[in-house]
């Protein structure tokens, strides 16, 4: 074995310890000042990251909180590659300047917004990179002009969830989802409106809408497949999770949700919505794809943590795409090609989901059946 391939399976290893023992932060019954800390050493093998970082959930929560709430907005380009793509509900950035521009426009518009981090999930390490899926709610008020148009004054608070890949310091590729329209919502914006602006821009430089007749649901005339690709699963229990969501949502056998939730369960869905027990969980499940029924879900990336609050955290980032079929939340049936970016974190306690969240973005799909709108006039 070479020098490099025994160094790095060390460094492997040694990132394994640390998460074995707990000796990698976990945010959620920690204060700030415990999720940055000044005197504490490194537990994690970092090569190449800054010194000041301990471990990759320090990294995330310390940077994050440097460059939006310290306002260190430069560190940006020793925090990101120079051609990092930014993948967000309402579009895409491929490059570092792009990234640097909109968060100074954020932070302009939103200055008191503050965001706390409510969990990370991470798989990897210093040698093949890490990936982080970071949780957090942000809270604020809408004081100045910006994207948001005039300051309505109101208070607000949403949740977003970003996952990163990373490799010595530098994030190269990153997926964000805000719940946009909870904030249109609280700050008493019009969505339709807000959404038709976003639509019109796109259809002015020249975004075309891709349609696709088939999804990976359903290949001809077959049923759904029996079981999932589960090549994406690091341990059993995440190809279990993906065994269910396949159950549910490909399948759409709904009544597994009976069987897999705890009856205390809490759900945290779009729009910042708080429900409780199964039965809650099964409607807002069944809203979503009763919205688009030809749907495909398409796990995208799984990780998963132990936790300290006992269990297991995972993580899944998955893409659901079909047609606007039916009613919901969006109006009455379109037609027009939907695709939807999201992101769930689970609590899983004793075989039980305990707690989901959900994120989504309901702005992002409406924004799609106006563009849908303007392009089908146009033809």
Known sequence: MSQ?????????????????????????????????????????????????????????????????????????????????????????????????????????????????????????????????????HGTGRHTEYGIFGKPTGRTFVTRTIVDCMIVENKIYREWVARDNMAQLVQLGIDPHEYAATIAQRKFDAGEAVVEISENRRLLGQYPPETEPDLSLAHTELEAEVMRWLHHIFNKRMFGKIGEIYASNCQWHGPLMRELYGPAAVMQQTMRLVAMIPDCAYVPQHICSVESEEGGTKVAIRWVMDGHHLGYGSLGAPTGHKLVVMGFTHLHIRDGKIVDEWTLYDELSMLVQLKLGALHRAAA
């Open 4 to 136: 490099q391939q025994t160094a790095a399976n060390t460094n492997a290893s040694q990132a394994d310890e640390a998460q074995q023992d707990g000796k990698v932060l976990q945010v959620e019954r920690r204060d700030f000042t415990e999720l940055v800390p000044n005197d504490r050493p490194r537990v994690q093998s970092m090569r190449g990251f800054d010194p000041v970082y301990t471990d990759i959930v320090d990294y995330i929560v310390r940077c994050t909180h440097r460059i939006w709430d310290e306002r260190d907005v430069g560190l940006i380009y020793t925090h990101y590659t120079h051609n990092c793509v930014l993948y967000g509900v309402l579009g895409t950035m491929y490059d570092r300047e792009s990234i640097v521009r909109e968060t100074i426009q954020r932070i302009v518009e939103l200055p008191d917004r503050r965001g706390m981090a409510t969990s990370i999930v991470w798989r990897g390490d210093d040698v093949n990179g890490f990936y982080t899926s970071h949780m957090t």
